[in-house]
């Protein structure tokens, strides 16, 4: 295999429990993101990746190359940091910070229910029905212009 390609599993992918999807994936470089400016357009998420034709096109487009670059960059700023070293935190990272808090304090609050379930454990859609009302926890953190964002969010 050349060194910018590896193998990945697809596992958001619906395939039958025989079959491994398995697809070469660039590995991702660093990319700056580039600042969007007003007006903004926002929508609401749906799947859109079910094979791995989906996957390779997204990979492929300029959100996906965008996105992973920004993943990318993120992981190579924090080469030879350790957890521990002091930083600065924005305001803006810490209310994400506390926001990120009060929901793994929701995983505590609504444990897994212990039955089977053929589609998903159903307390996962009591905790997702609670993330959809809390749009107070985004008001923490979005600036007035920016919270049309809150359902794409």
Request: charge should be neutral; hydrophobic fraction near 40%; include cysteine.
């Amino acid at each position: 295999l050349p060194t910018n390609y590896r193998p990945i599993r697809a596992p958001a992918l619906r395939t039958p429990p025989n079959t491994q999807a398995v697809i070469l994936a660039p590995v991702p470089q660093a990319q700056k993101v580039s600042i969007v400016s007003p007006p903004y357009s926002f929508q609401i998420p749906c799947r859109r990746i079910s094979t791995p034709a989906d996957i390779e096109h997204f990979l492929n487009s300029d959100s996906g190359r965008s996105f992973l670059g920004f993943v990318v960059a993120l992981s190579e700023s924090i080469r030879g940091h350790k957890i521990s070293d002091e930083c600065h935190e924005s305001p803006s990272v810490k209310a994400i910070v506390e926001i990120l808090v009060i929901m793994d304090a929701w995983i505590d609050e609504i444990p897994p229910l212990q039955q089977p379930a053929r589609y998903g454990n159903p307390a996962f859609r009591q905790w997702q029905e609670r993330l959809h009302n809390g749009q107070e926890l985004m008001d923490r953190v979005l600036t007035p212009d920016l919270r049309a964002s809150i359902p794409e969010i």
